[in-house]
């Protein structure tokens, strides 16, 4: 029996002409938890869908400036997933643009102009738009993550991951084939003085976070610190009593009194040298092991050095899913990172 690609479906009788239609054709199904497409050949491969995963989809008219994007993928997520007795799976998508896309629509004013420029080639836009669709319009499920520019959040990616940022958003004007850049928390960083506006662009700018003022600056706005270690918090009394940095022991066995080696402990010290950064001048994408070093330094505060630290590397990485099979990689990278330059947060005498 051959699988009931769109195509066919749209010679049913009830299949929607419009917007409207297919949001009722939607509201008239059943919602589910998950439903099944027939991916990107029709023939071999199925794909489950449910809330929240990003997926490629094929235009087909119902996003009003797809008709710009012939021989292209879009980029959604699914907001929900519902059963039709009549037109089979269908979907609610929300849509984010890609930035060969907007190279190819207006903005509407100087700001969404700025930020437009500023994207990285991977990243995505969030587009206040859902539309509903049958669910054989998907290709297949990508990988997307999300990027904060208020918390030290972002995985381990890849020069090829897509990336969004959360709490930017693009709106469309009346206009044909215009958008505006809706205002929302969180969108600039550094300080007032910042020599970029408070704008961060992910393929340019090395950024450092601050654990004190919980905000990030660019690190060509701050001054260098003569610091040779980062300012941590302070640790509360209940944390276990650390040893002094041993000169020479026996790396075999557990120091007296402790769970981990002379050499582990060493190790960690290294370790907390680590800034939390974000980007790098070596590569063209937003790398950075910000959660791991967030770890690390929430781990000192409240227990110290664990017995084990490079099983303690292994549970903290935070590799961004779709790249798990390349962890050991990324701990080779991280653990062969050169020593750091320290800066003055612009906001407090922390070095950063």
Same mark, same amino acid.
């Given at each position: 029996m051959p699988p009931p690609i769109p195509a066919l479906i749209k010679q049913h009788r009830a299949y929607p002409r419009n917007g409207t239609e297919w949001a009722q054709a939607f509201r008239d199904a059943d919602i589910c938890d998950t439903v099944t497409a027939w991916g990107d050949d029709h023939s071999r491969n199925s794909i489950v869908l449910q809330a929240g995963e990003f997926v490629a989809v094929v235009p087909g008219g119902n996003r009003?400036?797809?008709?710009?994007?012939?021989?292209?993928?879009?980029?959604?997520r699914v907001s929900r997933v519902a059963l039709s007795g009549t037109l089979g799976p269908l979907v609610k998508l929300h849509w984010f643009y890609r930035h060969a896309e907007l190279n190819i629509i207006s903005t509407t004013n100087a700001l969404t102009g700025a930020f437009v420029t500023s994207m990285g080639m991977k990243?995505?836009?969030? $587009?206040?738009?859902?539309?509903?669709?049958?669910?054989?319009?998907?290709?297949?499920?990508? %990988?997307?993550?999300?990027? =904060?520019? #208020?918390?030290?959040?972002?995985?381990?990616?890849?020069g090829t991951t897509l990336y969004?940022?959360?709490?930017?958003?693009?709106?469309?004007s009346w206009t044909k084939n215009k958008v505006t850049l809706l205002e929302g928390k969180g969108q600039l960083i550094c300080s007032a003085?910042?020599?970029?506006?408070?704008?961060?662009?992910?393929?340019?700018?090395?950024?450092?976070?601050?654990?004190?003022?919980?905000?990030?600056?660019?690190?060509?706005?701050?001054?260098?610190?003569?610091?040779k270690w980062p300012t941590l918090l302070p640790f509360p009394p209940s944390r276990p009593k650390q040893p002094e940095l041993p000169?020479?022991?026996?790396?075999?066995?557990?120091?007296?009194?402790? $769970?981990?080696?002379?050499?582990?402990?060493?190790?960690?010290?290294?370790?907390?040298?680590? %800034?939390?950064?974000?980007? =790098?001048? #070596?590569?063209?994408?937003?790398?950075?092991f910000e959660r791991l070093v967030d770890a690390i330094r929430s781990e000192q505060r409240s227990a110290g050095c664990?017995?084990?630290?490079?099983?303690?590397?292994?549970?903290?990485?935070?590799?961004a899913p779709h790249l798990v099979d390349k962890a050991e990689l990324y701990k080779a990278i991280f653990l062969e990172l050169p020593k750091s330059i320290f800066y003055v947060c612009a906001w407090c005498p922390a070095a950063l």
């Open positions: 009003r400036d797809d008709a710009l994007l012939q021989g292209q993928e879009c980029v959604a990243e995505l836009l969030s $587009l206040s738009c859902d539309t509903f669709d049958h669910a054989d319009m998907v290709v297949r499920i990508v %990988p997307v993550i999300e990027m =904060s520019l #208020t918390r030290p959040t972002f995985p381990i990616i890849d969004f940022r959360n709490d930017f958003s693009l709106m469309r003085a910042c020599l970029f506006e408070g704008v961060y662009t992910p393929e340019r700018d090395v950024i450092r976070y601050c654990t004190k003022c919980k905000r990030w600056f660019h690190i060509g706005c701050l001054k260098a610190s003569d610091s000169k020479q022991s026996n790396d075999s066995v557990p120091m007296p009194g402790y $769970l981990f080696t002379a050499m582990h402990y060493k190790f960690w010290h290294k370790m907390l040298l680590s %800034p939390i950064q974000r980007g =790098s001048s #070596t590569v063209k994408f937003p790398l950075s664990p017995p084990d630290v490079f099983a303690f590397i292994d549970a903290e990485l935070n590799v």
